[in-house]
T-cell receptor, first 114, second 113 residues
């Protein structure tokens, strides 16, 4: 069936460096994507989203890139900080215009080294 | 962003008993609420979708008689794990959706002993 997956299960970066977390999706009907951050023992926290009519969207220290040709999504975190250590999930929603029912990727554990 | 409160944050229960988890949208009306289950080091898996005033829609493989969902108002949905067993131990997370974005609760850690 359709699925969302990640290339890297773990990622370690030095504090201050930039982080790039990747996600591959297979449902070509999905037109809305979200990145979530989940700290241990907590629920997912919304980071940034992007619709399929865009290929890039920037937030505070974060940028999401969408390549529909190869069905690839990435999250870039600039100047990574210790507080960024968490598991990051991409999620897709095939229902145009709403972030309701989501399919989550497998997650990437980001560890920020001092 | 909107606030979704989930209670309790953790619970330990004996095998065979039932546990109720509440999910409240505090500052908006949630027409739809979702319940997810997450095992350690795994992703969130959707269990069911509930719309206010109607029966929940369960994902394939999720027993509706075991995981009872009630969405009696636009601000409250409950998940009851009936006759819990150790294999039901997991992290349960709800999300609430108004018109567009879905907001997540902080999760409930259920341990069945």
């Amino acid at each position: 069936g359709e699925s969302v997956g990640l290339h890297l299960p773990t990622l370690s970066v030095q504090e201050g460096d930039n982080s790039i977390i990747n996600c591959a999706y297979s449902n070509s009907a999905s037109d809305y994507f979200i990145w979530y951050k989940q700290e241990s023992g907590k629920g997912p926290q919304f980071i940034i989203d992007i619709r399929s009519n865009m290929d890039k969207r920037q937030g505070q220290r974060v940028t999401v890139l969408l390549n529909k040709t190869v069905k690839h999504l990435s999250l870039q975190i600039a100047a990574t900080q210790p507080g960024d250590s968490a598991v990051y999930f991409c999620a897709e929603n095939p229902s145009s215009g709403s972030a309701r029912q989501l399919t989550f990727g497998s997650g990437t554990q980001l560890t920020v080294l001092p | 962003g909107a606030v979704v409160s989930q209670h309790p944050s953790w619970v330990i229960c004996k095998s065979g008993t039932s546990v109720k988890i509440e999910c409240r949208s505090l500052d908006f009306q949630a027409t739809t609420m979702f319940w997810y289950r997450q095992f350690p080091k795994q992703s969130l898996m959707l269990m069911a979708t509930s719309n206010e005033g109607s029966k929940a829609t369960y994902e394939q493989g999720v027993e509706k008689d075991k995981f009872l969902i009630n969405h009696a108002s636009l601000t409250l949905s409950t998940l009851t794990v009936t006759s819990a067993h150790p294999e039901d131990s997991s992290f349960y997370i709800c999300s609430a959706s108004g018109n567009t974005e879905a907001f997540f609760g902080q999760g409930t850690r259920l341990t069945v002993v």
